[in-house]
């Protein structure tokens, strides 16, 4: 069965937002006539036409309401789940133990999963391969992605749930979760694994909207939409405001310590509501802790319309040298 709940420069930046940045819609005389006739044709006329703009509006909001990308979009935090479609690797392997049904995608590329993915993993590597393969992809049964770090299967996540599937995001990937927990070794083969012989439905609509997203993500001038953080760096430095920065983490991360001229909108479920505070105007900065949620929040802004990044490595931290903090950026707590 289906799913039922729906300057790196400041230059590349004004070059994208002058290419065309995404937009969305938020948002009688005292004197006597000298004849009747005249009068009552303009007062009819200007009814008419004042008539044909109130029909026209419902018809838009309408159209915009029935848009199913659009719709699938927002349900997506709308209906957040508890687990915010993250697992880690220690209760994937207990899932795996058990026998549960379900299917892992690695979405690595095809050299590094044949030198050893998890048991069961089918590949489909990082880009318009999974566009093409929605159809194939089940939605009968729980979905568990793995890419190397966390932050390209995020944003596949969130889209196949967008596109009504089950999907989880498997914690640090390959590289920073899988194969650094004691006794991985046990859960890797290097068999080659295939899709399911069957077809699911899945809104045409829907489906070009990804297929666009990873067209552009894998020829877009920020590989995948992760942003570098030096070249965020930089723009904040030279005070640019043709960005927004976007900072998903929780309220007491964000009055501890943000990026300079940061929006502020937690992560989790019902943040979609404030959607509406982010310029469609500009480019959008987005980070959280590691890259991980902003990722996921990120593709659901692009199916939104807006022109989004994931800031590399989020916020980081300063001892590993990860992200904004290990490379030294300034914060501030206002």
């Known amino acids: 069965m289906r799913k039922i709940l729906p300057v ?144 390209t299967s995020s944003q596949t996540v969130a889209l196949l749930n967008i596109a009504g599937k089950y999907a989880t995001n498997v914690q640090g990937g390959y590289n920073n979760g899988i194969s650094v927990l004691d006794g991985f070794e046990d859960y890797i083969e290097t068999t080659e694994n295939v899709l399911p012989d069957e077809s699911y439905e899945v809104d045409e609509a829907i489906v070009s909207a990804i297929a666009d997203y990873y067209a552009k993500a894998t020829s877009d001038t920020f590989s995948s939409f992760n942003f570098p953080v030096d070249s965020l760096g930089e723009l904040v430095e030279a005070e640019s405001e043709d960005y927004t920065i976007l900072s998903i983490r929780q309220e007491k991360d964000y009055a501890e310590a943000h990026i300079p001229g940061a929006l502020h909108i937690p992560f989790g479920k019902g943040m979609q509501e404030r959607f509406s505070e982010i310029p469609t105007d500009k480019p959008v900065v987005v980070y959280c802790y590691t890259g991980q949620t902003a990722s996921q929040t990120m593709a659901v802004l692009r199916m939104l319309g807006y022109e989004a990044y994931n800031l590399a490595g989020g916020m980081g931290d300063a001892e590993k040298g990860t992200g904004w903090l290990g490379a030294g950026l300034p914060t501030v707590t206002d």
């Open 8 to 151: 790196i420069l400041t230059a590349a930046l004004l070059c994208t937002t002058a290419t065309g940045c995404a937009t969305k819609t938020v948002q009688e005389t005292t004197a006597a006539p000298t004849t009747a006739a005249p009068t009552t044709a303009a007062a009819e006329a200007e009814t008419t036409e004042a008539e044909a703009k109130e029909s026209e509006a419902p018809a838009e909001t309408e159209a915009q309401a029935s848009d199913p990308v659009k719709e699938a979009a927002m349900s997506y935090f709308a209906e957040f789940p508890e687990d915010r479609h993250m697992i880690n690797v220690a209760d994937l392997f207990v899932k795996m133990d058990a026998g549960e049904d379900m299917l892992i995608i690695d979405i690595r590329r095809a050299d590094d999963y044949a030198k050893g993915h998890l048991k069961g993993a089918v590949n489909i590597p990082y880009g318009p391969a999974i566009a093409e393969n929605l159809n194939k992809i089940p939605d009968d049964v729980m979905l568990y992605v793995n890419c190397y770090s966390g932050q």
